[in-house]
């Protein structure tokens, strides 16, 4: 499990963000997101940078995925989202600080989930009930 921090100038970016790690980045949410104080995400960012930040962020978020650190990054690398997505690996010193605030934080407004609750795609065209076909490309992030 990986714990994600999200920056960005407005609450658009980081909901799209959100959405494009989930659709095309194949990354599950496995907390909602959480509202992070954006001078608080910043300073962390430059404590684990170790240099000072070109641009501050105006909002932020955090949640955790079910995938790890490595296979996150990865995916992240491969779509180019519209925020400044940081991975945080338990090696940081931060990393405490941040899950500790998680526990006590409102919940970030606009996310929900597109993905859906079944494994597969319905097949209306039987008769009687309605068919999932299983689609192990589709989730073979989640299988694992």
Known sequence: ???????????????NTIADMERHGNL???????????????????NILNSKLKNKSKVAT??????DTTLSIIQIKKIHPPAHVIIISNEY???????NKLKTAPNFKGYYSYKSKNSGMKDYKT????????????NSYSNK
């Not at 496995?30 to 104080?37: E, H």
């Not at 955090?62 to 995938?67: P, V, W």
């Not at 931060?94 to 899950?99: F, Q, R």
């Open 62 to 67: 955090a949640f955790f995925i079910k995938e």
């Open 28 to 46: 599950n949410l496995t907390t909602k997101p959480k509202i992070i104080n954006s001078k608080y995400a910043d300073k962390l960012v430059e």
């Open 127 to 138: 008769k009687e009930d309605v068919k999932i076909i299983k689609n192990i490309k589709l």
């Open 1 to 15: 499990m990986a714990l994600v921090l999200v920056r960005g100038e407005n609450n658009s970016k980081l909901l």
């Open 93 to 99: 010193e931060g990393y405490e600080d941040l899950k």
